[in-house]
């Protein structure tokens, strides 16, 4: 079993940057995808980001297209996700997920139920 840890959440202004991670432990991550997902209060959770096993192939929900980059360091065991102008609608809790059933799948997936290891989260807030 993976555990998942995300970090690098805080409060920053509209404009500004953040870089989550995930870093992985109890199992290696490197042959699987890795998602990163947002949950605002009061809404459901939505895709964000996610990225294949070698780092080749990356998909992005088209409200952070532009503005995010999802990346992976396989000996570090760590996936990151770049926030870049950064608005207050991306405030929201971001958790990070390994979709291990797929080893060594080029197509990342986009849909939370088909990843089996998920972190607790890291809160982002966007002030204005």
């Known amino acids: 079993q993976v555990q998942l840890v995300e970090s690098g959440g805080g409060l920053v202004q509209a404009g500004g940057s953040l870089r989550l991670s995930c870093a992985a432990s109890?199992?290696?991550?490197?042959?699987?995808?890795v998602g990163w997902f947002r949950q605002a209060p009061g809404k459901e959770r939505e895709f964000v980001a996610a990225i294949s096993w070698s780092g080749g192939r990356t998909y992005y929900a088209d409200s952070v297209k532009g503005r995010f980059t999802i990346s992976r360091d396989n000996p570090k065991n760590t996936v990151y996700l770049q926030m870049n102008s950064l608005k207050p609608e991306d405030t929201a809790v971001y958790c990070c997920?390994?979709?291990?059933?797929?080893?060594?799948?080029?197509?990342?997936?986009?849909?939370?139920?088909?990843?089996?290891?998920w972190g607790q989260g890291t809160q982002v807030t966007v002030s204005s």
């Open positions: 109890g199992r290696t991550v490197s042959s699987y995808a």
């Open positions: 997920a390994v979709d291990s059933a797929r080893p060594y799948y080029d197509y990342p997936v986009r849909v939370a139920a088909l990843y089996d290891s």
